[in-house]
């Protein structure tokens, strides 16, 4: 016994020593042997008398840990009972032992194990069924055999004809039946599983690979915690090492109110998995779709509604007939075009011409102004994205590429790309695959690639904004639109085509055009091109009121204006034009959007100012209070 007993002592040694089975008292918070009975120390060391002060974690050996666990699930529950823990004696035997645990009341950390010695207890349990057998008689004996050996039969015959797939495990967790459907789902035999660990052998892992703890396993909570657990999404792993979907119910069985094991029901549901995943990826590959459906029918209604939908390419002199022979040409090819032109010379309504000629033009022409977008949204707008792929992302998006898939892509304004994005955009041309921002999925591109913009290729090359690869790769067919001031003979025609053209959508009665008129549009230089003379024949609509046109021409008039005003060149208007950018920017101090920025003092959109800002190369050192014009 130990030395200097206390109150507390002498009531542990005064319990332990009434209990005729092997008992011991553990105090688990200074892992101290607190007090033992001559039946324990027999048990454990082979002498009536305990040993000295010892730790109980030297009986445990490797058995440590699930003495551990065991010692949890007392504390839980109050009470419990395991074989699952083997002691070692301090003469290093093995003992086979049931462990029965109790926290003794009002004594914090002490527990009291009851041990069973279960060599002996099955020896004796061996010598009643022994002396029973011999008092029934051989024809009792064999009486029960039948019995028992019919009714194992009937339960075989039932569980074998259950479609779903059943197995028990006792309290240790050791299969005890296997019926033929979960032997056939699963590939094992009854050999290789009775009486082993079945959840080493079929649940170890999870289906992405990690380990599938033992504890953690719903089928084990069953028959440790007495709960009935419904799982509809997890795996067992066949023979073969092929994993297969399941869904399972685990129940715990009792026998006469004692904890036994648990039987597992569980079915095969990999191919219904299956049939969702591909249902899932069919519902997702539908919704792009119809995402990119909506925004080919948003280009679809804007191309309808712009007015160059409405007109063809208006003239007769050598320039504009060379153009229609050009788009004759390259229009049934595939072959990448490159229009080049001053601004409002009608290169969209050359592309517009080209898709509407070729084999594409049931779908729509995809059209992207290349200097109309921030650079911060450029590359989504472009390739694409999917949710998550940045700050604001919150959907996936198909980009211009994958909406003209199929069909034409007008790139205009080309050499308003940054340089980054054009490098980017001639992998994805020469590759024919588009990835979207975030994905690593590339997808097939069918295009047919139309470019345009202001400058000649030279000048932007030389200039940097175009890288060469990127012309080399554009311009495989270059159609050039002429400016206005060098087709003067289609100035009658045109304006008389596009005033009707106005007069019909502002339903307004239609002006004449004088032959004063035609003079004057004659001598004017139009700096602005086609798209001047619409604008000015759409404010002579409006004033004329249906009798002569009255035109009201810009400043760079000829020299009849009666104001004397000077011709302007067009190098002279591009400088009056970025002068009096500079002068907003300097007056706002470099802000471009929102209240009080250039842009509203201009009344354009910002994007249109960050694109004239770009094409006169305006840096913050132009605008800048004190700075100087380098122009």
Same mark, same amino acid.
């Not at 029901?265 to 191919?271: N, P």
């Not at 047919?448 to 495989?476: C, Q, W, Y």
């Not at 019909?504 to 004057?520: G, S, W």
């Given at each position: ?6 109150d ?21 918070a ?39 666990? +065991? ?53 004796r ?15 009792e ?92 999404? !997890? ?29 597992v ?5 990999? !191919?219904r ?21 909506e ?23 050598p ?63 472009l ?6 792929? +940045? ?28 340089? !980054? ?5 001639l ?5 024919? *695959? ?21 400058? *000649? ?15 080399? +790769? ?20 045109l304006?008389?085509h ?36 619409r ?28 104001d ?20 907003c ?8 959007s ?17 694109s ?20």
């Open positions: 016994m130990l030395i200097g007993m206390t507390a002592q002498t009531m542990i040694d005064s319990l332990v020593s009434a209990l005729p089975q092997a008992a011991v008292v553990v105090d688990t200074s892992d101290r042997v607190a007090g033992w009975n001559e039946a324990a120390a027999k048990l454990l060391t082979g002498q009536s008398e305990a040993p000295g002060d010892i730790r109980f974690s030297g009986l445990l050996g490797p058995s440590l840990p699930r003495f551990v666990v +065991f010692m949890e699930e007392v504390d839980h529950r109050g009470e419990s009972w395991t074989r699952d823990v083997g002691l070692t004696s301090l003469e290093g035997q093995t003992v086979r032992c049931e462990i029965r645990a109790r926290p003794l009341p009002d004594h914090p950390g002490l527990v009291l194990l009851v041990l069973t010695d279960l060599t002996a207890f099955e020896r349990t061996a010598m009643v069924e022994t002396a029973k057998m011999h008092r029934a008689g051989l024809s004996w064999k009486r029960a055999e039948r019995f028992f050996a019919e009714l194992e039969r009937e339960n075989q015959l039932i569980l074998n004809a259950a479609g779903e797939g059943i197995y028990g495990v006792n309290a240790e967790g050791k299969t005890t039946f296997v019926n033929r459907a979960a032997r056939e789902m699963l590939g094992w035999t009854g050999e290789d599983l009775l009486g082993r660990n079945i959840h080493a052998i079929i649940h170890h892992h999870h289906l992405n690979g990690d380990v599938y703890p033992a504890h953690q396993c719903k089928i084990y909570q069953s028959f440790r915690f007495e709960k009935i657990n419904r799982v509809d999404d !997890e795996v067992f792993w066949r023979k073969d090492g092929k994993p297969i979907r399941v869904e399972y119910v685990s129940t715990p069985i009792y026998d006469q109110q004692v904890l036994v094991g648990a039987v029901i569980f079915r095969d549901i990999t !191919e998995k299956e049939n969702e995943r591909k249902l899932h990826e069919a519902l997702q590959e539908v919704a792009l779709l119809r995402d990119q459906l925004q080919e029918n948003a280009y679809l209604q804007e191309a309808i509604t712009s007015e160059r939908a409405h007109h063809d390419i208006v003239g007769s002199s320039a504009v007939k060379q153009i229609r022979t050009r788009i004759d040409l390259v229009a049934p090819t595939d072959a990448t075009v490159l229009i080049t032109g001053e601004t409002g010379t009608g290169k969209a309504l050359v592309a517009n011409a080209i898709h509407k000629a070729s084999a594409r033009s049931r779908r729509a022409m995809i059209t992207f102004k290349c200097g109309a977008v921030s650079p911060d949204d450029i590359e989504a707008e390739f694409g994205q999917v949710r998550g792929a +940045f700050p604001g992302s919150t959907r996936d998006k198909p980009g211009k590429l994958e909406l003209a898939h199929g069909g034409t892509l007008f790139l205009d304004d080309i050499s308003e790309l940054p340089l !980054e994005t054009q490098g980017r955009l992998q994805t041309l020469q590759t024919g *695959t588009v990835t979207r921002l975030g994905d690593t999925r590339a997808k097939a591109l069918d295009l047919h690639v139309i470019a345009a913009m202001n400058d *000649t290729p030279d000048r932007a090359v030389k200039s940097g904004k175009l890288r060469e690869d990127l012309l080399f +790769f554009l311009n495989v067919f270059p159609i050039s639109c002429a400016p206005l001031r060098e087709r003067l003979e289609d100035i009658p025609v304006a008389s596009l005033l009707g053209i106005t007069c019909r959508r502002l339903n307004l009665a239609q002006p004449t055009i004088t032959e004063r008129a035609v003079q004057q549009m004659m001598d004017y230089r139009w700096p602005g091109n086609v798209r001047e003379l604008n000015v024949l759409e404010r002579a609509a409006i004033v004329s009121g249906g009798g002569k046109i009255i035109l009201e021409l810009g400043l760079a008039q000829s020299g009849t204006n009666s004397g005003a000077p011709i302007r060149t067009e190098a002279e208007m591009d400088r009056m034009i970025r002068d009096n950018l500079i002068a920017l300097r007056e706002t101090g470099g802000k471009v929102g209240p009080g920025g250039a842009a509203e003092l201009l009344g354009v959109r910002p994007t249109t100012l960050y004239r800002i770009n094409r006169f190369g305006i840096e913050e050192s132009d605008w800048r209070v004190g700075a100087l014009s380098t122009t």
